[in-house]
Nanobody, 121 residues
């Protein structure tokens, strides 16, 4: 089993920044691609960003491209999502996930518990 724990969420004004962290334990984190997803109240969970095992390949949703940056530090077994120029519509619970297969759909093997991000206008 791979355990994932997100942190770094909170309240921020529009235009501000946050950095989410995803701490992994239990298995070799470097063997897994990592993704970030989010879900706002009343909406479906949506893909935000993904990064492959060596960090050289990343994919972003159009809505966050150019504002968010996904990264990972395998030595620390931690993944990150740096969010800049935040907008109220970015408010959601953010989840990190891990998969042996790189992808942008929700078919990830392991999920964290989520961290709330709220952006005020």
């Amino acid at each position: 089993q791979l355990q994932l724990v997100e942190s770094g969420g909170g309240f921020v004004q529009a235009g501000g920044s946050l950095r989410l962290s995803c701490a992994a334990s239990g298995r070799t984190f470097s063997s897994y691609a990592m993704g970030w997803f989010r879900q706002a109240p009343g909406k479906e969970r949506e893909f935000v960003a993904a990064i492959n095992t060596d960090g050289r390949r990343t994919t972003y949703a159009d809505s966050v491209n150019g504002r968010f940056t996904i990264s990972r530090d395998s030595a620390k077994n931690t993944g990150y999502l740096k969010m800049n120029s935040l907008k109220p519509e970015d408010s959601a619970v953010y989840y990190c996930a891990a998969s042996l297969v790189y992808g942008t759909n929700g078919n990830y093997d392991y999920w964290g518990q989520g961290t709330q991000v709220t952006v005020s206008s």
